[in-house]
């Protein structure tokens, strides 16, 4: 079943989710005036033009996001389903379906390589859960990041065993688990949660080597959302609301055993974390050089009505921001033309897909420089919202804007980059450098994936 | 006479300024919750222990700001006044007395400059206005940067000819004034305005090339204010204020001719300009260095609370955070060692101050990325004010929010850091690159005040 | 017919061109030692092993270098064309039918268009010229950097009218041309020369506006060679010769008209020039990621060697030639995934091109450096080659350069590094940096290239 | 006594050093035609006009270098004075009695502390020693950096006891020495050699923490000099000679008692080297900024003679190189003005001293890039030496050189870019890299000795 914008509102609102906000205690989104925009965000997607595509073996129409990739033409038209969502959603990305289908990708993988190995039954765990969420339309966040702790201690070391998530109790029904993730995207607002571990475990992490799926509303979930500022008085809020991350408790979550799909397997726990960051992080340069675009056309706009597009400097700072959209879009092109294929799941290529994710993270702070360069100071030195709806005031303001081009033009292009930049740069700067991994995450993964053996070889053959 | 905090309290209770913020029209920052924290930083500086000392030429103690540097060591002991003042303000820079005096500073020299020229007696007026400024102890704000319209067009080529602020009328106790100044600092909450020109001038624009004072209540003056956030939110806010800009409006504002600087001298704006510029960016590198201590100082407490510090990307992270800061402190000393002197009154070397302002802007960008770097995403995901304050969520957070110390104490970093970062960063990182001139301004000046001499004659003798 | 080795160096001893190196003047590079090498270098493509394909129309087999690209998998095996055949010349380009087919490709594109919108019949000469040098399987050096005198002049109005190369005569049988050209590649050791225009024109210009092919050994032409080096020395001169630059001298040559390709047709010299172009670019980025496998193989056995391959800053080092060799790659990819075609010819996308041109000029001094933060300050201070030749002193040498590994091998990657760095660094940075077109050239095109509505698209419809 | 130029040439004919050459063995640097211009650079010192002073204590004329700083104003005087002598040593630092200098103040101060926590007497012998080599007039050069085999592995671990010099024999007249320091500066062309311990150490390292000093001709020591290139082909070879450094080879070196500095206090090893390093670091960043001259104003003329002074990326290059020099100026200033002050002798700021080192190191590889950007890919491929004496070939490169000046002019601003990138850029930038520490020594020295005392007390204050 395909749902619609309609049916998913109504299936968000007889769920009954536990909800920390502003200081109170929500049972559904639907209650509070800014997070009712994050399930407008989600809803978006169900109007999105192209979302379903009709499924051979399910014989039906089904989103495209779950559209299992096989091969390199499946990966690019990924990749260009997120973009161009993203562009729809006015360079908000849409996670709702983008996530969780990363997640099941590496869990189709992982589980069936847990299988041949263990002897164990995942896969056909994963499979049936995917069957589900397939023909229900469900809509997805995925927890990875524990809380951590102590930085440079194990799962098991730290001084309170919580800080990971863990198996506190294994019943004949299912296993129940504690703990908190940190920075859940968009859960208050999807129908399921899949939790997967976040890093590489000993044997002593046993009980934290765990991956499952639960409703959103499963007892003992509760969700404290982040600060999400006055959603409905920013353009990107007003036109497509809000994704916003939670810390995630699990305070004795029990879950079914069916939707258990790794469970001690520790030396499974690094494969499983970064086949999912693989698949995540090429999902994120998707997206990511989509939402560039907001920059580029605001810098852009904002040259054109100071009249200095010709401006060398200027023009430096414009190219550095379409150089970072396209260098992540070279990423994902490449990465989609070489992936590695394994159980018949087409992986992108990790070293194209984390050295543009690592670029994506590293330069941002450039993008977020060339667009003040070109913004001016304006931006942070212009009157309140309130006082443009003020005629008194804004008449002046009106008149002295004025520059290449009439002041209320300029006025509008001054505002969305005060948005981008004075209102949200500082949070964009940081989930742009750690969202889907940091630069750090990506460094590693990169040194460990890369294969140095073609240029070892020409120096070995030139030292002959 | 010295004021004291209560004192000048008492003053601006008294002044009546067209204010308008938030929709509002004001006739005082008092009338205001937000803005009341503009009044209460400006008090702070009449509660600095050191502020003030005896002038043996007016027989009086008055502030050290308007103490005129005539050597190295009064401008070492400057750049001093301004680091320390602004440690003591936790890092929030008092313009008060600081920006009038860089503008005094310039117009002493430049008025004899031109009056010796001109034949005017423009030196007098200052040297009075001065000596009422000093003996009163008054504050100052500075309006520099008109909004200047279509950028590649000159004053008087402008489509609206206030797009520069100029003289319209022209009586026999005074001048008349039209146009609006862009980013004025702390206008709201101070005694004076000085009003200097924003750039070198040709004769057609004789018109512009107008210097003056006002008392922040002279009739026509309008300022309308920026939004300032909740500022007794955050915690530099709480202790310290705020300091807002505002967009200045002179409509047909009368200024009598003792408080005129310059008329019509168009081929001197440039070197008023210029000479301001010089003094107010050995002022900016001064107190950025000190405000740099913040990011520094919460990075380095991150690190720590997260078991990190000895991570060689974290250490390098704090590196360029303290390179940063001393950087600034090196070229403020280095620029105070070798000043010009011209009318007996020490400027900063120009080559030192402005590279070490163009490093300021330039690198910013660099010191947030480097702070987000260590901080972690949690500082973007983290759960709002009003959750910290309800137990019901504040018990999970403290237990989760736990690591290398306890979760109580990493919250108070985390909050700091998204104050710095996600609440503040994009506002900090656009004013750091614009404010006190942008990169290009510095690029310009430093380019053409460098001395190739010695490189030349080095190169010529090699190639002999 | 396709040659083979014996023929082309039979072939090569037969052609008399005018070469100056050394202050000598030689007929033939086979008379000098060094330049010897450059033939050699030659006469390596030839032994490429998978060099020749059969090609359908013309019923023969013919170098890949020569087949027309029609889409995307075209382009696609000709970036691994050069890859490859750059890693079997042990990281050094073989420019011989690379650069001379980027020209032709161009040729046959801009002659198709001159003959439409002009009545010229360019293209049959173009095609006629094209199909000898495929059944006569030649090898092409290409001119089209002019030594341009005073950089903002244009052609016409140089103090000297031969600073750009120019039609001096025109004749029955065909032109005359005198000038110069710069930075000629490899012109020593090859069949034949293609003259280009090297920017746009304007009608002033008219006699600049020229293009041709001629023999190697045309009267009038002179060859002055850049500093080799003692290329037989080096590991890469000894294994696979040298590709020397020339200054090429045109002192009235002439040109039959059926070697003639564009006589006048000023307005379409600029499209010329940057057709060519963006086929040269990406030749280069496909020959460069090659050629950064030497620093990265020398850069990663020298860590083993000293034992620091897990040490963090080394990590980051080699990771940033990874880097700079696969964003080279990437654009190749995107840029062949995404041609344009036209009149039946793909050319490599401009904006991935660039973009990945722009990487490589830009950060090659990036690759240096870390590789010199490998490498360690021993590649500039050790012994001469003569003294590890000299028993006398070896025996020291090897024992002290022992670390991770003995010190024989160390001795040979610390000659590697020095070669590398020490002994070519400089030329290579240079040649990185300007080779193919300089930065400037790169973003000026990028700029023009550039389509901006996608992202102001996405801002005008966000601000309505 | 004062040496003059000709007392330094006939002393040095005297001495007799194992030198080791292209593959000979020499006993004085004057057998060799390029050796020989070592000795010249040397000899250039005491031709420099302002070399010594009276000094009070010795009641004698001394040499500068040798006046221990007691505080800022000697720091500032040690600063000029390299700066003055590398600028008229053409850019070519003196190293004769810098280096020297440097190593006695920091064994003055640290043999000091030795003996009141030890009871040695190691004071007297470095104040014996320095008294000679003052009144001597003595030149001087340092081995500090052993050959270090594994990286990871401590002296006393390697595989090859010899890898870091040690004692191999006590006697009662002395100690005999074996082991190898690599790139130890101008040892060919000086009087003595002072040999340091490279790094701190522990107690199974006490043979290996060891300081002292030797005639150059003392029995065993072996100097493999490193390849000089054609040292009188270059313009700064010809004008002011080289400064070569050695492979030092120390096998079985007796040195007496009065010539040991350290033997055995391991625990004070760290100190010394550490010492020694700020004091060095100092004197690096001096004559660097003197250096950066040469690529300033081979730059500068470069681009006027390319006519494009006025190209804004032009400009930016300039200024990099601008920036380069003045922040090591800077850092050198800041560094005198704030010493500290230890057992009476004043030592340079190292936070000053190392943030200027750092960006001395690190950004070196962008002056050469701006360098190259300005200076066009001709430096590369211009035609040889030899080409430029032949009549034939030199009127074509002088006709075709010409731009916005004569062609003969531009030549030899091209020959001089040449030299400095092509011939010398890897050279330089490996050296510019390494030479008196590393970037990781640097940045460990410095967050180890910075005091982030006043950046946390800020933040505490602020989160009370």
Redesign the interface.
Known sequence: MVRTKDIFLKDISNRKAEI??????LSSPLEDDDLRYAVYHTARLFEYPKRTYFNEEFKQEISKYYKIPRNSTDLLERHQLIYDNT?YG??LFNISQAIGSDALFALLIVSKIIDKRAGTDYYSRVWNYYRRVVSEDLTIAVAQ?D???????RPHQQ??P??YVRVVEVRSDGIVVSG?K??TTHAVAVDEIIVLPTRAMTQHDKNYAVAFAIPIDAPGL?L????TGKVGRT??GR?EGVEP???T?F?NVFVPWDRVFMFGEYDYAGLLAITFATYHRFTAVSYRAALA??Y???A??MAEA???LDA??I??D??EI??YK??Q???A??AA?YPIVQEGVAIPNP??TN??K??SNAKF??V??AT??V?????????????L??E??RK??S??????VDGETRI??IE?LREL???????Y???M???EG???AS?LE??RS?D?K??????????E
């Open positions: 920390y906000f502003r200081g109170k205690k562009l006015y360079g990041t809380v951590k702790g102590h930085r440079k201690l001084p309170d919580d800080l908190a940190a920075h509760k404290i959302v982040r600060e353009f990107i036109k991350e939670t810390l408790i305070d675009n907001l580029l056309g605001a852009y706009k100071n009249g200095v060398k400097h023009r430096d414009i190219l379409v150089i396209e260098i879009r070279m990423g092109l490449a033309m070293v194209y050295i543009a690592l670029y702070a450039d977020l420089k003040v360069d913004a001016g100071g304006i931006i942070a030195t212009f009157p309140t919202y309130e006082d709806e003020n008194a005031t002046y303001i008149k002295y804007m004025r520059a290449a509008k292009i969305l930049v004075v209102g949200g740069g500082g949070w700067l940081t989930t450098m750690h969202a940091s630069m750090e460094k990169l040194f890369y140095y073609e240029a070892l070889d020409l120096v070995e053959r030139l030292l």
